[in-house]
């Protein structure tokens, strides 16, 4: 039966002439992104209207504020040019409401569009008393345009740091850092050397800019950061190295890589090089279907006495299978078994995902049998869609015996309670 419109409601709710009639309806459908933007718009209507009577008007709005709501309202703000601080002030005392770190740093990103360093500073302070960190979000306002980006960059850059200087606190390491990695970002590398320049030479400012530069393929770029740490007395550490060696490699650059793996092991520094960079090489000759190569550098990891990732287990299991070679993958999984007995899980239910993948179902399902023999229980996502592919070729059987022995963990698992 088709439902009747009420045609009587509750009485009306008087509000500030200035208030969007709509926005409680809508704020309050919940998971509703059309009503979330109308809510959001309404609020920013009336912060962009401002006046004296400001936080009785958006009381009047009656909104269940979210987090969501709040940062899309602080980014309306910030695109529109409208100070954000009195929305945020009346959003904080909210009862049921805590701004997240989020929010704290989409203000700092709101005063910093304006120049508003006291503004800016205030956020900063907050941010500080609360002990949350700053992020990169937080400096996306310096993000450049027009001819004089550069100096205009480099000038905000100086603000953004004296208050930084001047606010102090908690916020200042992190803030310091996260303005690196934003200028870095959009290619201000003068500008970023400049801050590190002006607070720390520090190996983890520096590795901000090697990153960005190898990220975009400028070894010769990062090369020279590099060195300019070096004559400046700040030493790279294992993260430096690992960057412009990933970058060798992921340019098929095989020979400088091997010369600069060559000079690591001249540093005669005890972290360098370290299991990442292990893993970086090892992924690559994987990546490349080097596999004797990947395995002869497994091997010198684990005389170093460094354990890999599951990342690395991966990168192993990945090449062998799909260089045909899955007998040798199967056979990689079982001796990790022994020499790293973290990943054993997780590499035999990656492997029967494989199998399962490509059609070997009942190698899948041999795979599972063999590491529940072990005594350990397979990925369950792994192990129910191998059974239910087992049952549709009409091998019911086996699925039952992968069943069995599932079924024994079920029961560990009850009388371990």
Sequence with gaps: MRRLPRLVGPPLRLASPRAAFSATSLARRGGDADAGAAASDAIVRLVAAGGPGLEADLDHLDLALSDGLVCTTLRALTDRGVPAARFFAWASLRRGFTPSAHAHNLLVENAGRLADYLAMSRALALMSARRLSLTERAFAFLAPSGSSRGSRVEDAARAVLRTLDDVGGPCRASGVFSLVKALASIGEFDAAASVIEETARTARYYNVL???????????????????????????????????????????????????????????????????????????????????????????????????????????????????????????????????????????????????????VVDAGRVLYELMEKGLRPDHSAYVKVAKDLHKMGRGDLAAELKSLFQRFSIQSDLGR
């Design 210 to 360: 090697v990153a960005a530069k190898c990220k975009a393929g400028d070894f010769v770029g990062a090369r020279e950061v590099f060195d300019e740490m070096r004559k400046s007395g700040c030493d790279p550490d294992a993260n430096t190295w690992n960057y412009l060696l990933g970058c060798l490699l992921k340019n098929g650059r095989l020979a400088e890589a091997c010369g600069l793996v060559e000079s690591m092991e001249r540093t005669k520094l005890g972290e360098i090089p370290n299991s990442l960079t292990y893993e970086i090489l090892a992924y690559h000759a994987c990546k490349a279907g080097r596999m004797d190569s990947a395995m002869r550098i497994l091997d010198q990891m684990f005389s170093a006495n460094l354990t890999p990732r599951i990342t690395m287990h991966t990168a192993f299991i990945k090449g062998y299978f799909y260089t045909g070679r899955i007998e040798d993958a199967w056979k990689y999984v079982g001796d990790m078994s022994t020499r790293d007995r973290h990943s054993v899980n997780r590499n035999y239910s990656l492997l029967a995902k494989l199998l399962r993948k490509s059609g070997r």
